[in-house]
């Protein structure tokens, strides 16, 4: 028998099967590895931290840095009424025109967001977790101490854009007739359509916060999409609607009375109901147990 032949006849040696002591052994290198994990989505426990940390972040900063950001914010804020007025002006009368210069609305959350500027409704979540995690008196000071002085200067800076385009020719009169039709369409809600309205974009908002806290890289689209549904579904902004109220009234459009008693101190109240009441309460209950596990084996 030759020696090829012998080594047709010989039987294939056995191989020992692989013991499983455990989880199967991965073959990807550490930097892929490294890569899986920071593809995994963070939990809800790590979401809230993010939050409340940026949230006491805010709270200990001084008086001038949030009022000085608050009033850029307003000011920028009315870019949104202004560029949704602007898309309408331009595009032709049609039964999708409106919905497409809805996308405007979403022009002063960008740049306000993106910039970094105080936000008052974008601070109802950030602000009102610490106050939840702590259950002292000194945050919820320091929590309408923050509200108060980022409402403000909202406010301020509304009102100095809703001036500007009210005084100065900014803008051509096709754009300043949209610029009153937004107000006068902002204006049919009743004081308790307003309230309601303010809950879903006080909802939509706190929504937004808690996204932006794990997707990175993604801001863009996640701010446009979501402020676009804020105008898409009619729903009331005490910043943005701000901007257009006050422009109503510097062009005598609406009352003083009007502007506060029908827009603004309901539209105030239900921003706040849907982002801290309803969202702040659900998230901090999503996340209560593994917290206080947490602490408990620390």
Known sequence: MTASEEKKTEKPEKKEPEKVTGSPVSTLSRKEREQVREGIRHRPAVVYEIIRLQGEAELRRPV????????????????????EAAL???????AWSATIAKLGYAVGFLIVILGHQQLFTENVLTAVLPVMARRQMEWVWRTLR???????ANIVGCFIFAWAFAALPLVSPSISAELGRIVAHLMQNSAFEMFAKGIGAGWIIAALVWLLA???????PMIALLTYLIALFGFTHVVAGS??????????????????????????????????VLFSVLSYAQVREEIFEQKSSS
């Open 214 to 220: 794990s997707s990175e890289g993604a801001e863009f």
């Open 146 to 152: 923050l509200w108060g002085i980022v409402l403000a």
């Open 64 to 83: 001038s840095a949030l009022w000085w950001s608050g009033v850029a914010a307003g000011i920028s804020i009315g870019l949104s009424f202004l560029t």
């Open 243 to 276: 901007a257009e109220a006050l422009y109503g009234y510097l062009t005598g459009m609406i009352s003083l009375r009007d502007a506060v008693g029908t827009f603004f101190l309901p539209t105030l109240a239900g921003n706040v109901f849907g982002g801290t």
């Open 88 to 94: 309408a002006a331009h595009f032709p009368p049609s």
